[in-house]
């Protein structure tokens, strides 16, 4: 199952499935689904940052394979991990524990990453006569370094949080507390900017870029902007409201 809280303006979503140590299984992708279809309503000024974790003892050990065939479920997982791209909100994830399979698609998926030194990422599937799609492919060499995720695919090699801290992989080294405070901070930037920021950093196409191109031309004309240089000019912090 999939628990949500929200701690002012960061909804913290955790996976909890702790006596699978929280492999996802087939509702939980639907949860997940539901999630995200309902986070991306929310108006910037109630919803500026998200935290996706899982229960102890694990963040995700994996897809559950018991029941699961590729399939349904590979194609809802699929627009899972889209899902937290597509969100304009930065998301972040905060991992304690093995984030194996699945799991390091989540973590890629995720725009930032803290996680506790000793947890390990990977994704075993030539161990188990799997292949994870395309876009995991391009996502995780994107996010990891080319060779970091050639290692993790061909090889099926893991890595622990405090080796892909020094890649860059891992962003911050630290437990849930130290997720929060950081989405606390982030949640004080200009969410249109942010978001902008978002899609231009994935664009690969002319479409990807005029989406860009019209969020970029939305941030600067905002009064987020005018407050922005206001508070700069007078040496304040800025209070920005999304519009």
Not at 18 to 45: G, M, S, Y
Not at 93 to 107: E, K, R, V
Not at 162 to 190: F, Q, S, V, Y
Not at 201 to 219: H, I, W
Request: hydrophobic share 45%; glycine share 8%.
């Amino acid at each position: 199952m999939v628990r949500t809280e929200r701690r002012s303006t960061i909804e913290v979503v955790t996976l909890d499935r702790p006596e699978r140590r929280n492999a996802l299984d087939h509702d939980t992708v639907l949860e997940l689904l539901e999630v995200q279809e309902r986070l991306a309503a929310e108006p910037a000024e109630r919803l500026r940052a998200i935290v996706l974790t899982g229960a102890p003892p694990a963040f995700c050990a994996g897809a559950d394979l018991t029941g699961v065939e590729e399939g349904r479920f590979a194609t809802d997982l699929s627009r899972v991990l889209r899902g937290f791209g597509a969100l304009p909100c930065p998301v972040i994830a905060a991992i304690d524990g093995p984030a194996l399979g699945a799991g390091t698609q989540l973590a890629v998926a995720c725009d930032l990453r803290v996680a506790t030194p000793g947890s390990v990422l990977g994704i075993p599937a030539a161990k188990l006569g799997l292949a994870v799609d395309h876009w995991t492919l391009r996502r995780a060499s994107a996010e990891l370094s080319p060779p970091i995720a050639r290692a993790m695919l061909v090889a099926a090699r893991t890595y622990t949080a405090a080796e892909l801290e020094r890649t860059g992989g891992i962003h911050l080294l630290g437990d849930l507390g130290a997720a929060l405070d950081w989405a606390e901070r982030i949640a004080r930037l200009a969410p249109l900017t942010m978001a902008a920021h978002k899609v231009g950093l994935v664009a690969s196409d002319p479409e990807g870029v005029e989406a860009f191109e019209e969020l970029r031309s939305a941030a600067w004309a905002s009064q987020d902007a005018v407050e922005g240089r206001s508070a700069f000019l007078d040496k304040r912090p800025a209070t920005f409201t999304g519009r």
